[in-house]
């Protein structure tokens, strides 16, 4: 299983930007499909996460900017996100969690991360 994020790049403060993260493989179905982050020098933190059937939970720092979708059918997950501020520059990392393969096996999987900055 192979996790592609894209959609990073260079922002004014207040701009928008929208990552998305493709899961590829022997997929037979995700559980959870998240966000996560990491700025210089911090640990990692979760930013949102999107259950197969739509639960959604946000941390409360980027409540009411970003929003996380997926497309069950292409193993995408989405963040959009709006009035970005300097703090939200990060590496942003995708996660598929409960990935169950057709295999039978299951696993925990992570994109490469793509790079978000938001200049002041």
């Known amino acids: 299983v192979q996790l592609q994020a894209s959609g990073g790049g260079l922002v004014q403060a207040g701009g928008s930007l929208r990552l998305s993260c493709v899961a590829s493989g022997s997929i037979s179905s995700i559980n959870v499909m998240g966000w996560y982050r990491q700025a210089p020098g911090k640990q990692r933190k979760t930013v949102a996460a999107?259950?197969?059937?739509?639960?959604?939970d946000y941390a409360d720092s980027i409540k009411g900017r970003f929003t996380i979708s997926r497309d069950n059918a292409k193993n995408t997950v989405f963040l959009q996100m709006d009035s970005l501020k300097p703090e939200d520059t990060a590496v942003y990392y995708c996660?598929?969690?409960?990935?169950?393969?057709?295999?039978?096996?299951?696993?925990?999987?992570w994109g490469q991360g793509t790079l978000v900055t938001v200049s002041s």
């Open positions: 999107i259950s197969r059937g739509g639960t959604i």
């Open positions: 996660n598929a969690g409960g990935v169950w393969l057709r295999t039978g096996d299951s696993g925990n999987y």
